[in-house]
């Protein structure tokens, strides 16, 4: 007893130490991984989760959604912005078997559909397939759907996005589908079903030689808010449905992409043209693995990820994303995904290390060399001892423990 009781002042004191007594944060103020021990406890757009992947045993506010960028500046072409993409934004950890037999399959993220975009999310990537006389979101192999691997009717979450765009009507969101339907006009059918035509973007609209989009403002107002991109080369002609790699450089998905990316090397993927074809005016990054493991995404949301942009930046002839295609979106062991985003967006609308300091009545590449706010980065354990800050709620703990015990 008396040495646990020792251990735990001892640990009272260090915290105590570390953490700024003056900048203790309370209920609703914790800043950007500040400890926390509950989501109230972070200030608007934190939530608290942990990232013991990175050595890290304290819950933190960490972010959880963009920054609203057409915002900042909404008259710019469709590819001057980067947009959150979730990767099988269907394969939902605690969706229930809508089919007779439980679910055998890999889980890539952890919140609805309709979560995602409101927490900004505006690229989904959705894999379809014939199944049960219908169009599914199904996770599965060689193409065909199975019970054990069928998530739901793609019809669920298409009326989720109509929603969306009905309640947002400036917000834009693009759709990439691994196509397996066959079925005849089995895609027109599904989307015309979920009221989701009046938003298409005409493929013969979409600049196919490597020239600016509209702008957002030119998208909203013929309201051509919805993108889809499907990996079925013939559907372009047959039902109008987008070829992705006709306007979307991609590079290597999974562990392999993530590897090269370490070695400072961005690779396309088979199907898609080389990064630097500049015949496509969008470029989309994978940064996820083979195996997706949600407490393993905090750490490579971060640091490995923010690191990847300028690799992939510099293959792709000097031109940052658009699309940042990613699992368990929201982990990170800080600003995560988020500030990726941020960095891509600063290069994509003003070519400036941060948003802050654009100046959009200058030319692209003046910068507002006086702004404060530090080029976005994954953060570090090493920090500073502002991170090490205790709520009051973490102390009431940590005391009420030491009471305990003694
Ligand atoms: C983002 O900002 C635009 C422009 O002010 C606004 O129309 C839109 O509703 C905002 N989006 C969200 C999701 O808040
Ligand atoms: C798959 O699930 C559906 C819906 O529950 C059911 O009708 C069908 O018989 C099942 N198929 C097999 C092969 O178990
Ligand atoms: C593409 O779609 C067409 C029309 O539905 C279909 O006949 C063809 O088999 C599909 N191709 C692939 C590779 O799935
Ligand atoms: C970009 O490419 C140039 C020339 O190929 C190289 O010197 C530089 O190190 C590269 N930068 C990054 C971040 O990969
Ligand atoms: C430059 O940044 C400073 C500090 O953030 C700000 O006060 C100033 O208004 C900015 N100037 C311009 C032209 O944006």
Redesign the pocket.
């Known amino acids: 007893m008396r040495c646990l009781k020792a251990l735990f002042l001892a640990t009272l004191l260090v915290l105590g130490l570390m953490g700024d007594t003056h900048a203790l944060c309370s209920h609703g103020n914790c800043k950007l991984r500040q400890v926390c021990l509950r989501t109230a406890d972070c200030s608007a757009g934190l939530f608290c989760s942990t990232c013991v992947a990175d050595g890290d045993m304290l819950s933190r506010c960490h972010r959880y959604r963009t920054a609203?960028t057409?915002?900042i500046n909404?008259n710019l072409p469709f590819n001057r912005y980067a947009w959150l993409t979730t990767h099988n934004s269907f394969a939902i950890v605690g969706e229930p078997s809508h089919t007779s037999e439980p679910r055998v399959t890999f889980y890539n993220q952890e919140d609805s559909v309709t979560a995602q975009l409101n927490n900004?999310v505006r690229g989904l990537m959705l894999d379809m397939y014939d199944f049960l006389d219908d169009v599914w979101l199904c996770h599965s192999l060689k193409g065909v759907c199975y019970n054990f691997t069928a998530f739901v009717p793609a019809l669920d979450t298409l009326k989720q996005i109509e929603t969306f765009l009905s309640a947002?009507p400036?917000?834009i969101v693009s759709i990439f589908i691994e196509d397996y339907v066959k079925s005849p006009m089995g895609l027109t059918k599904v989307f015309a079903a979920a009221g989701l035509k009046k938003y298409w973007f005409p493929v013969s609209v979409m600049p196919k030689n490597g020239q600016d989009w509209p702008t957002i403002r030119e998208m909203i107002n013929n309201d051509y808010r919805l993108l889809v991109f499907s990996s079925n080369r013939t559907k372009e002609a047959t039902e109008g449905i987008a070829y992705n790699w006709r306007y979307v450089n991609e590079n290597q998905y999974g562990s392999a992409g993530m590897k090269a990316a370490g070695r400072g090397e961005c690779p396309s993927r088979a199907e898609s043209a080389a990064m630097s074809t500049k015949s496509r005016s969008l470029l989309l990054l994978n940064f996820f693995p083979d195996n997706p493991l949600q407490p393993e995404a905090c750490k490579y949301n971060s640091a490995p990820l923010q690191a990847m942009l300028p690799v992939c930046y510099n293959a792709s002839g000097n031109r940052w994303a658009n699309y940042l295609a990613i699992d368990f979106y929201k982990r990170s062991d800080g600003g995560g995904t988020f500030n990726a985003l941020d960095s891509l967006n600063a290069g994509l609308l003003c070519g400036c290390p941060n948003i802050d300091s654009c100046k959009f009545n200058l030319p692209y590449g003046i910068c507002n060399a006086s702004s404060s706010t530090p080029v976005p980065q994954a953060y570090r354990k090493s920090e500073g001892k502002a991170n090490m800050n205790l709520s009051f709620g973490t102390y009431a703990l940590i005391s009420l423990i030491f009471l305990l015990i003694s």
């Open positions: 609203n057409t915002e909404g900004g947002n400036t917000e």
